[in-house]
């Protein structure tokens, strides 16, 4: 019983999906690993999945990898997701896998000193709206009396907004409500969000209550609205994971593990335990500039033109991975992994030969 990762004995190991579930990988290609490789390995999937730039794709295929008793797993991670409001200013969305683009409820105000202050509700259901200010409300501990500077509550805040959307004056600072009912202010400064945690502070002690009879509802933001996503992530953690399904599949196709000091090196640092060495993959520059589609992942070992790498495309994002002269098969073989989760198998001649020409028409760079 050895871990594939780290080469070590346990007594108990699971089954490790080579290509994330996340992404739409199965276990037709699995290895066996450790719990201290799964917590490493997922925390890099959940970067990936999840935060990356490689999230939007993973959460518009249909693939449901979500925890289904947490409720925020499964979410985009972004550190803003907003979108021009058909009856103005910005709404709040949320990106979830295998749902549609859903709004979240929020209540915005605009504090321009020397002018009327202004606020405004927002959500799809008034039931949301209305939980919010109750939300709001408990934290607040109303019933209770504080003394000056004492700590009535913590708050989470964002001062992350797209700039553009900043420099607009129909963007209002805000307070949301986030998946597993939890609330969180965004403003463009410190000064900006306090001013708004005091307007909803007055809003909330007046006992304004949400009418759901005059509730405008769920207005539908139309498709082909842009939507602004400000992604926040850790580039490696993309790059270890396409260097684990290289390495994984390379070794689930020869059944055989690499024991010689190359694959050593790329194991840790698929593991993520060793950062300083030579970076082993590359990357197709370009990484934001293609769309959303329906074409599987694949995954190419030993092309002719570069015996020794394997290429993986993951979403149309190409990267290139060092195996080293060690791992050279004796002729090229390709996998293709379907992005719903309906399945992974072995490429034809046809895939490898149409695949070899797309490789090599991008341009790979170390970061
Ligand atoms: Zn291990």
Redesign the pocket.
Known sequence: MR????D?D?ERLTDDHIVPQSLGGTLEFRVQ??T??QTKLSKAEREVARKSILAIHALASPVRARHPNRPTSGHLQPVFLLVKHPLGGYGESLLSAGERMRSLAYFEARVVPGEPIQARVRGATAEDAQLLLDLYRKVLQLDKQFGPGELVCELTASLEVDPEIASDPEFWPRMILLPGNRIMFRARTPDELVSCAKVLEFVARSGYQIDASKWEGDVRITGGTPHKIGLHFDPQCVRRIAAKIAYGLFCSITKRAMVHYDAERLRSYILGTETGSDEPVSITPDATKWTTSSDPHFVILSPAHDRSAAFVSLYGLMFRVELGQMSVLSRPAAVICEIDGSGMRIGSEGEIASFTTRIKEATFSRP
Do not use: D, L, M, V
């Not at 871990?3 to 780290?6: A, G, L, P, R, V």
């Open positions: 871990c594939f990762w780290c070590e346990f690993a450790c201290a490789c």
